[in-house]
């Protein structure tokens, strides 16, 4: 299968060049720049802040450049989403609701549950409010550039063209003349290792580092220690079993929609249909789920016979869910309106909540509220031993806790280490009154109910390392940089030389390979554009090129394979690629438009 849209497109911007994807950067150079402000930038009236970077940053490293990143594309956001805001563009509840009950996390054995939706919000101690807000606003950006990532046209013309160069082959050699070869013909001497070094002083320093003894104090780990017993648990549970899910209902329902804002004429005539459908149920129950399937006009359960699944208190408006409680299992409801409509419910079963199945829920819940209290008792004791004892962390053995060591840290910290890596910590561990005051710091909050008090154990300032210590260094280095000079002056040479017919034979190519766009293998892009430049009119054919690690490489085509035929699906799979590309590259200039038409405001870059 010719299937580079899925396992390589690599060998399509080797031919049209790199194609950014999408969200196509620009550099925060061209913005202006302000002072004297805490937010990091402003795109109109929104405001970007630290935190909001920080929130971003997930598994990325830890560093300017990652942060610079995450900005550049946060601000590329608040530009979509001011261009929607102006243009009065906004996501309905019914959209937002389909978009919510189509999530298969959300879903059980194909249907929306209300259970499910409210597990997710809790496991991330989030309410319902906030998460539709951010689905809200990611709907608004998906709308913004759905249009410059759809239909694009792509001419059968270009797209025969393409396929031709891609599957063209070409049967190659290779002839690599390595730096190490000329080695031997580099002269240096002291002059040149010298004005090598101080043309260089950067590369050669020694970054400033800081061993740690550092004590955490985490909440998680005090309610490991917590013991609850049995009947202490079941005493929780029976008096707020409601925490744990309290009693669930299985609801089936029918929606007729009203818009917001109806005239009082249209919200009667609904009524009046769901009224007719009552009517038709009340006569034959047993119809529920196929007139729930011909007019509910719920999208997330119409197809489903109107069944919502088990959902418990709080997962549904108020006045559905009053009338869901109140029912009886089999019983279908009066017509309940609600904000989204009119809805006709019939409740298909209950279930109440066991005990030993919530156990472990209960016991995680009283463990973190003791466990709550002795962290806020042993915060304070620690802020207290860290101050009035700050010249040793021996003091915190009394809070049980155990002092730790790093190694040599520099100031970006250890990439990847949740406390070693924090910036907070960091800032605290390098600060004048820890380093030079050799005083413990404050305890700094790591986040996640974790605190941290940091000494210095040993300092190694940023120093210029003398030209003796890097000596060896130096020598590598320029031999590779004289060396890879050489080469190239003995391959464009040799090239020479080859092109003319000279010495083709004598000389230690490689095994010949064949090689195409769309499988270029190990070859780098700008090689294979060289590859593919060679005329095959006469053949031999010779290319030449210095590559940055400093080799010469000299590629011999002998053979040129035509271009295969292509199936249909092959060349919609071609075309796609070739209209995702032109749809980068309209996205890329509509978001230049968007920098000119909102104002945006770089007040700061992201610290390292």
Sequence with gaps: MFDFVHNNNAAIKIILGAVALTFVGFGVGSYTAAVDDPYLAKVGDAKIYKRDVERQMQDQPANAASRQAVLENLIRQEMLLAEARSSHLAVSPAQLRAV???VPGFQDNGKFSPARYQEFLAARNMNAATFEAQVSRDLLLQAQVAPFLNGQFVSRTLQTRMAAMMTESRDVRQLVLQPEQFAGSVKLDDAMLKAYYEANLKRFKAEETVKLDYVLLSQAQLAQGVQVSDADAKAYFDKNS????????????????????????????????????????????????????AKSQDPGSAANGGDLGMFGHGAMTKPFEDVAFRMQKGQISEVVETEYGYHILKLN????VDFEAQKPAVIAKLQQQKAAAQFRSSAEKLAEIAYQQGDSLKGMEALGLTVQHSDALPRSGKAGDAVLGNRKLLDAAFSDDVLKGKHNSEPVDLGNNTLAVVRMAEHQPARQKPLAEVLEQVKAELLAREGGKLAAQRGQALLAELKAGKGVEAQAWSASQPLSRRTPGQVPPGDVRAIFAVSGKQLPGFAGLKRDSGEFVIYRVDKVQAAQALSPEEVNQLGGLLSELSANNMLAAYLEQLRQKHKVLINQTPAE
């Design 349 to 352: 079963d209950i279930k109440g």
């Design 100 to 102: 919510i009950a189509g």
């Design 242 to 293: 409601a925490e744990f899910g309290g009693e669930q209902r299985d609801v089936s329902h029918i929606l007729l929609t009203v818009s917001k804002g109806a005239a009082a004429a249209e919200k009667a005539k609904v009524k009046a249909e769901a009224e007719a459908i009552l009517k038709q149920l009340r006569a034959n129950p047993a119809q529920f789920a196929e007139i729930a399937k």
